[in-house]
């Protein structure tokens, strides 16, 4: 397809939300329309629109004036939205899985789309790989608080989160300073680490406790009592919701319609098990949704402008099947299939774990 072929483009944004995402938004209606006359459509609810195709909405400049700074998708989003495994709600209640894939790639011809920009995590990226098989033009953007996709360095989302949960941590340290009390916070990143790493360091925990690095009971016990002797009244331990004990398993919720897991819970069984073990007093917060929302920060505005200012380009460029990825500091298109192989998830030996470990942080494996 010649760039002068292409009249029409859509964006939709799929999984979890997280800040950054009406940044990239924006520059994909700016970079569109001011160097390439484009007209943009934004599908709602990530693959929605396009099995509902009233569920769509124009996107002019006007539509995306004042958007940079605010939390959230302007075009919605939903982690139940997988066209090929699709809930279809009954007349009598009960749900029935359909393929709508087809359905979708119809509806795609007929809206005039001449390709999708599609902004989401892992999960979205494996259907934008789908749609790519069956023959859509599709590019792909990363997103995710838990920066957990391969194939770039970070997912823009992550610093907002890492931002929040740091936040977090200093409220809470004046807290627990006071009452000689252990606080335990429990943060999201499914399978990996990355935001309990990050913001326990930048919060100055005293144990962070993540997927990577199985941990034991008996040695975070220990470290905190070292801490008592050392005349430290107070601790704070990070947990993220999919940390393992060494011996046992991680905390679920639920299962997910689609298979995947729903983390959760592990921030109260170490409270509760340390509090029987010391004898201290121990809170337990569960950060939560708290980490996806709110205003992004410079960063992840920044990294989102130039996800999606880069997706267009590789529009022009008939460059399909790609996901723009930061690599350094370049902004680079790499195969979709490269970001959605594996699981990126910290390194036990990595720097920044080492970073911690010289700052006294206990991981409970030693
Ligand atoms: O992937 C983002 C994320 O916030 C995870 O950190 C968390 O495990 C999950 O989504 C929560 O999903 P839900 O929005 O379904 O509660």
């Known amino acids: ?103 979708v790639m119809e509806n795609f011809e007929h809206l005039g789309l001449n390709a999708l920009v599609v902004v989401g995590g892992d999960g979205t990226m494996k259907i934008a790989q789908q749609f790519f098989e069956k023959g859509m033009s599709v590019v792909g953007v990363p997103k995710t608080i838990d920066n957990d996709l391969s194939a ?62 199985p941990f034991d009971l008996e040695l975070v016990a220990s470290k905190l009592k070292e801490r008592r002797k050392q005349g430290d009244q107070y601790s704070i331990i990070v947990v993220a919701e999919g940390a393992v004990p060494k011996e046992g398993e991680m905390s679920m919720l639920g299962k997910r319609p689609d298979g995947t897991v729903l983390l959760g819970g ?50 022009a460029e008939n460059d399909f099947g790609k996901m723009v990825a930061l690599r350094g500091t370049a902004i680079k298109g790499v195969p979709i299939t490269e970001a959605i192989g594996q699981t990126k998830q910290v390194y036990p030996d990595g720097t920044m774990v080492k970073v911690a470990r010289s700052m006294g942080i206990c991981f409970g494996d030693k």
């Open 152 to 213: 770039t360095d970070v997912t823009f989302g992550f610093d907002s989160a890492v931002r929040t949960a740091s936040e977090a941590l200093d409220k809470l340290r004046s807290t627990a300073e006071s009452h000689h009390r252990v606080m335990v916070v429990e943060m999201m990143g499914r399978h990996s680490g990355w935001i309990a790493l990050h913001s326990g360091l930048a919060g100055g925990a005293h144990v962070i406790l993540i997927p990577e690095i």
């Open 266 to 315: 592990m921030g109260q069984k170490v409270g509760s098990a340390l509090s029987d073990m010391t004898g201290v007093d121990i809170r337990v917060l569960v950060l939560g949704h708290l980490q996806r929302g709110g205003s992004p920060t410079e960063f992840d505005r920044i990294l989102g402008t130039r996800y999606g200012e880069a997706a267009t380009h590789l529009i």
């Open 1 to 103: 397809m010649a760039k002068d072929e292409i009249k029409k483009i859509g964006i939709s944004t799929g999984g979890g939300d997280c800040p950054g995402l009406n940044p990239v938004i924006r520059a994909v209606v700016h970079t569109a329309i001011n160097n390439y006359g484009w007209e943009v459509i934004g599908i709602k609810d990530s693959f929605t629109g396009l099995i509902y195709p009233d569920q769509i909405m124009p996107l002019s400049l006007e539509h995306v004036r004042d958007i940079l700074h605010k939390g959230g998708t302007i075009i919605g989003t939903t982690n139940r939205g997988n066209p090929f495994h699709w809930e279809k709600q009954k007349k009598d209640g009960s749900v029935e899985i359909v393929d709508y894939s087809d359905r």
